[in-house]
């Protein structure tokens, strides 16, 4: 089951938006009366979401970039601020592991300069980027941020231990940006735990025993992700600097 908002009227800028949780997202706010501007890397999957979504009736613009490129988001920012005619709701949701299997904590080695700079670049510059060119039109309208972390950030490993640190150094930055932009905006995040989307990183099965870690003994649906996001963003009007782990209570 999924709540339902009454958020015609609400423009929506998603990054990520083309799978995973960032998809989940779209729809959720689409299928409750949002327009929403999807970014991802330009390419197919992105079209297809969009295709997808514009097959179902709803209101989605392709905004297509590549968050690693500075200029480029600002473009990409200005281009669904002028689509959508405004912006109210901002979800720094797009994330990478940077690699196809963890890097253990140890391994140093393969924790490489480039490694860094492209986590660095998408998972923390990106939010930033996004923050930075859509701070305006979300202040003018009294609009929310929602960035998506990671229960890695919290410690216990993840696909590597940069990527930890990105994820913790946001919700840093969502405890910044909750004062700079406050009282017009709100900025909040959600911690996942494990995900059952598309995730280029791929633990082994035999590498982390669901059931005996995570006390819901499933992995979260993107939707159930998707679900905290709408709620920050929309209805969660008297909380800002916060971070809401989602973990089917991995952490407990
Ligand atoms: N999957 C997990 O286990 C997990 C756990 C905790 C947190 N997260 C976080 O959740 C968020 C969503 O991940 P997901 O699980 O839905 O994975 P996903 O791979 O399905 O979605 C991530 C999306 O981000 C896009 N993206 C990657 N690099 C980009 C870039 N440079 N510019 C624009 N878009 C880019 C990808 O193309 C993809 O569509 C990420 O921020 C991720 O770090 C994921």
Redesign the pocket.
Known sequence: MQPTFDLSGKRVLV?????????ATVRAFAANGAAVAI???PGD?LDAAVDECKSKGYTVFNVA????DADGVDAMVGNAVRHLNGLDYLIN?????ATTTPIPAADFNRQTEALWSTLLS??LL?PYRCTKAASKALLDSGGAIVN?????AFGGG?SSSPYCAT?AALLALTREWARALAPAVRVNAI?????D????CRFEETEFDIAASVPLQRQGL?QEYAGTIVFLAAGATYMTGQTVIVDGGLLA
């Open positions: 990054t990520g938006g083309a799978s995973g949780i960032g998809l970014n991802d890397l999957r970039a590549d968050l690693a949701n797009a994330g990478t592991p998408v998972n990106g998506t972390a990671s229960v890695s993840g994820k911690a996942p735990g494990l995900v989307s598309d995730w280029m993107a």
